[in-house]
């Protein structure tokens, strides 16, 4: 079947505009994580949702990050009044809901790559 | 907090052997996984342990000690393709019920003919 994926792959964007970036999980998969990677960076860690609500908000770095998830599928991320520190590739992972052993296994997509200039 | 070191750049030859050290401090540890991601790509899935030990996949192998709050990856019979960041990434289980990963900064591992 088909795995995680992200639209767009490319985005340039100018300071201050609003971006919507997209994820569709893996079919079944009720864990949807996002994250951000800076060039050279490990991965940071922006929300979890389990099926449409989101437990774990922690990782947002301000208000101008938000995100939702509908019908226990897709997920946005919106970033609202972009500054060039939003560079980053997104990167959006899902999983089985499982606690233990591979269940809770991400899988990721292949990201945004976001250009604020 | 949570805390979670790994060396940032490493190099070796081709066909050599090389460990990618791995250490943590985490609350609510739930198994240790590693991932491999090649430049402008998205994580692959590498290995996983949760009981201490080795465990082998081909010319890859993964250690835990979880007393010791460490980790490594062996790669063996390196290949100019194994050139690519390693992850380290601890999974927390948190008092919700939900898991998180908690990524290291990577390791960026650069094979020589």
């Known amino acids: 079947g088909a795995g995680v994926s992200q639209s767009p792959s490319n985005k340039v964007t100018e300071k201050g505009k609003d971006v919507e970036l997209r994820c569709d999980p893996i079919s079944g998969h009720t864990a949807l994580y996002w994250y951000r990677q800076r060039l050279g960076q490990g991965l940071e860690f922006l929300i979890y949702?389990?099926?449409?609500?989101?437990?774990?908000k922690s990782g947002l770095p301000s208000d101008r990050f938000s995100a939702e998830r509908t019908g226990e599928s897709v997920s946005t991320l919106t970033i609202q009044r972009t500054q060039q520190e939003d560079s980053a590739v997104y990167l959006c992972?899902?999983?089985?809901?499982?606690?233990?052993?591979?269940?809770?296994?991400?899988?990721f997509g292949p990201g945004t790559r976001l250009t604020v200039t | 907090g949570q805390n979670i070191d790994q060396p940032t750049e490493m190099t070796a030859t081709e066909g050599a052997i090389v460990q990618i050290n791995c250490t943590y401090q985490?609350?609510?540890?739930?198994?240790l996984f590693w991932y491999q991601q090649h430049a402008g790509e998205a994580p692959t899935f590498l290995s996983y342990?949760?009981?201490?030990g080795l465990e082998e996949k081909g010319r890859f192998s993964s250690f835990l000690s979880r007393s010791k709050g460490y980790s490594y990856l062996l790669l063996k019979e390196l290949q100019m393709k194994d050139s690519a960041s390693y992850l380290c990434a601890v999974r927390v289980l948190f008092s919700g019920g939900y898991n998180k990963l908690i990524f290291g900064a990577g390791t960026r591992l650069a094979v020589h003919p």
């Open positions: 985490t609350s609510g540890f739930n198994g």
């Open positions: 949702f389990q099926g449409n609500s989101a437990p774990d």
């Open positions: 342990n949760v009981l201490d």
């Open positions: 992972a899902s999983s089985l809901a499982g606690t233990s052993g591979r269940v809770g296994e991400q899988y």
